[in-house]
Nanobody, 124 residues
Framework: HVQLVESGGGLVQAGGSLRLSCAAS????????MGWFRQAPGKERDFVAA????????YYADSVKGRFTISRDNAKITVYLQMNSLKPEDTAVYYC?????????????????WGQGTQVTVSS
């Protein structure tokens, strides 16, 4: 059972930056995907970005493309989400997720393990 621990959330003004981190307790294979979702109050959990180990492929939601960057540290089994030019509409709880797949899933149900979430609040 993979455990995910997120960190790095907080309060930031619009236009500012934050960096989220998510450390996995173990690998399940040499190829898997880690991603980020977010859930604003009263809304569904939405895909933000994902990165595949064993290939460096990445994928972003249109709403964050050009502002957010997902990256990884192989040795630490850690994925990062660098968030720049933050907007009030980026305010949400951000969740890290792990999928045992060679693909880059964008649906919540395709991920096998989840972190506890970290709050990101962007003030206007």
């Amino acid at each position: 059972h993979v455990q995910l621990v997120e960190s790095g959330g907080g309060l930031v003004q619009a236009g500012g930056s934050l960096r989220l981190s998510c450390a996995a307790s173990e690998r399940t294979s040499s190829i898997y995907t880690m991603g980020w979702f977010r859930q604003a109050p009263g809304k569904e959990r939405d895909f933000v970005a994902a990165i595949r180990w064993g290939g460096d492929s990445t994928y972003y939601a249109d709403s964050v493309k050009g502002r957010f960057t997902i990256s990884r540290d192989n040795a630490k089994i850690t994925v990062y989400l660098q968030m720049n030019s933050l907007k009030p509409e980026d305010t949400a709880v951000y969740y890290c997720a792990f999928a045992n797949t060679i693909r880059i899933p964008t649906l919540e149900k395709e991920y096998d393990y989840w972190g506890q979430g970290t709050q990101v609040t962007v003030s206007s």
